[in-house]
């Protein structure tokens, strides 16, 4: 096994990291601050070709895997994890589309998404639908030739921007079998009876758009159905063994933001007449970072590298989703640690790592959901 990236890899991999230096330092506190964020900056990463390069070329992508789309990722959250979102969720469902959409959907939906005519989302957590996802009650009714669609929406990126979301509705809704019930139907924001609200006071990532949505009879062509009607479920979990290795990746990148912050703090602040660096506590806390960054970054090449190839290993990923989110957390604690009283006010970045990291033991499957499915591969239902 060689992980080696191609000489094509660390170019993408260059070009990314230069791109977030140049365009998010200088505005990542405001965004953060004001929980804003501006869109010609994802405009520009469009035209640069950071957007959406897993699409396929006749669509309008670069035509590269999923691991190059980590490879950015990860660069732009080791600079800043809410501008990062703000850019590379625009695409979020894109990898649905691409999986279970006709070639008419493809067609539609996926070129603006590469060239910054269109955001998209995914909406399928409900005000009592999380984990449980077979629990998401929004139905979709079939009308004439439309699906009719009500029900709430919780958390949903992009929520208030997107041009359209990919809807996980209830189509089957008495279906005894909770793992059928459920169908992917692309919902256009300016249907009528669509409202999305945005949520202020999130913990991290706060340049990231987050909304709550509700759905009033809004009407969809029933040509707007994505995948197999009673199916969604399953390709939910098909989606997700893409998605949350690109959450590994923010996980990885956050983690080295974390490193890289505490490195250049300890070695220029002194106490007791020496740098903080010369403390052996300060010493072990940055070498447990840097091993675990390059475990969890292992964990996830070889996830992603086995995806490529078609070889889908669904504990793998969920180990890599909840072990690279842990790397995220203890390394932005730590580095928090080592800075002292400093890293507690928000002049200094270690406390917006300390605060987005946070959101990859939350999002597309919490550490505890995802060590479920560890332990079911490993003892059965
Ligand atoms: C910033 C942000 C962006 C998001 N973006 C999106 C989005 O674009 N689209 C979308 O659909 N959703 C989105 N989400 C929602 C996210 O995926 C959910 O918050 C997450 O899946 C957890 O669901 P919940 O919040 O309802 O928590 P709950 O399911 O209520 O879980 C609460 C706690 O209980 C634990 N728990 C639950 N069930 C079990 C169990 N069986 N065994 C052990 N422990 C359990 C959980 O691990 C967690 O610790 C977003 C959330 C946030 C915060």
């Known amino acids: ?24 330092p200088d505005r990542a506190q405001e965004f953060d601050r004001n929980e804003t964020f501006d869109l010609d900056i994802w405009r520009k990463a469009c035209e640069l070709g950071f957007v959406g390069v897993f699409i396929p070329e006749e669509y309008g992508g670069a035509g590269f895997g999923f691991f190059e789309h980590c490879l950015i990722t990860e660069e732009f959250w080791a600079v800043d994890a809410g501008m990062a979102n703000a850019v590379l969720t625009a695409t979020f469902g894109a990898e649905l589309l691409g999986l279970f959409g006709t070639e008419a ?39 004439g030739d439309e699906w009719v669609i009500n029900g709430s929406k919780m958390f949903i990126t992009n929520g208030t921007i997107a041009d359209y979301l990919l809807v996980f ?140 190839q078609g070889r889908i290993d669904h504990g793998l990923i969920a180990m890599a989703k909840w072990f690279c989110g842990e790397t995220a957390v203890r390394c932005a604690d730590e580095a928090l640690q080592m800075h002292g009283g400093y890293g507690y006010i928000d002049e200094y970045k270690v406390q917006r790592i300390y605060r987005d990291a946070k959101i990859v033991e939350i999002y597309e499957g919490t550490k505890e959901v995802e060590k479920i499915i560890v332990a079911k591969t490993l003892l059965g239902r």
């Open 1 to 24: 096994m060689d992980f080696t990236l191609s000489k094509e890899q660390q170019d993408i991999q260059r070009a990314a990291r230069e791109f977030a230096l140049g365009e998010f």
């Open 169 to 308: 509705c209830a189509t089957d809704p008495e279906n005894p079998d909770r793992h059928a019930r459920h169908s992917f139907i692309m919902v256009e924001t300016n249907r009528p009876g669509y409202e999305a609200n945005k949520i202020h006071g999130k913990l991290g990532i706060r340049a990231n758009d987050t909304a709550e949505v509700a759905f009033n009879n809004v009407r969809v062509p029933a040509g707007n159905l994505v995948g197999e009607e009673g199916k969604g479920f399953r390709e939910l979990m098909s989606f997700f063994n893409l998605t949350r290795l690109h959450v590994c990746a923010m996980g990885v990148g956050i983690a080295r933001a974390a490193l890289e912050e505490s490195i250049a703090h300890i070695r220029k602040r002194h106490q007791f007449g020496v740098p903080l660096a010369s403390f052996q506590a300060n010493q072990f806390k940055v070498a447990e970072m840097a091993t675990r960054i390059r475990a969890s970054r292992n964990l996830y090449y070889e996830a992603v590298w086995l995806a490529e």
């Open 105 to 143: 959907q493809k067609q539609t939906y996926l070129p603006p998404l590469v060239g910054g005519g269109a955001i998209m989302g995914t909406a399928i957590t409900e005000p009592d639908a999380g984990s449980d996802v077979t629990g998401a009650r929004t139905t979709a009714v079939p009308d």
